[in-house]
Nanobody
């Protein structure tokens, strides 16, 4: 069964930086591209248990990236050379960035829905990011 696992959360002061990583595993070689065409980061804000907003996504094949307006210019999503790990570098963090961050993967194409959580099928357990003033 395909899995993704996040790590790297924690507490940082306002204006600080943090790097989250997501490792994908159990993807058969033949499906390594199709099984996770997109990988993305979502976050669940405090007090909103039923909402996950898209933060950043990356297209596995071409490396195209997509960002929410609220994080553009501050966050960077990138994948490593073997493309089994996707990371999210977060800079100039604000209190409103405090959330549980989730990594997710999907096999479908379509950049228009890159930040739509409903299109993702494989999810990690989440990692907490707290930004304190």
């Amino acid at each position: 069964q395909e899995k993704v696992l996040e790590y790297g959360g924690g507490s940082v002061p306002v204006g600080g930086s943090l790097n989250l990583s997501c490792a994908a595993s159990n993807y058969p070689y033949t499906a390594s591209r199709s099984g996770r065409n997109f990988m993305a980061w979502f976050r669940q804000l405090p007090g909103r248990p039923n909402e996950r907003e898209g933060v950043a996504a990356i297209y596995h094949g071409g490396g195209n990236t997509y960002y929410a307006a609220s994080v553009k210019g501050r966050f960077i999503i990138f994948q490593d050379n073997d493309k089994n790990t996707v990371s999210l570098y977060m800079n100039n963090l604000k209190p409103e960035d405090t959330a549980m961050y989730y990594c997710a993967a999907r096999s479908t194409y379509g950049s228009a829905s890159a930040l739509d959580p409903q299109t993702y099928t494989v999810w990690g357990q989440g990692t907490q990011v707290t930004v304190s003033s």
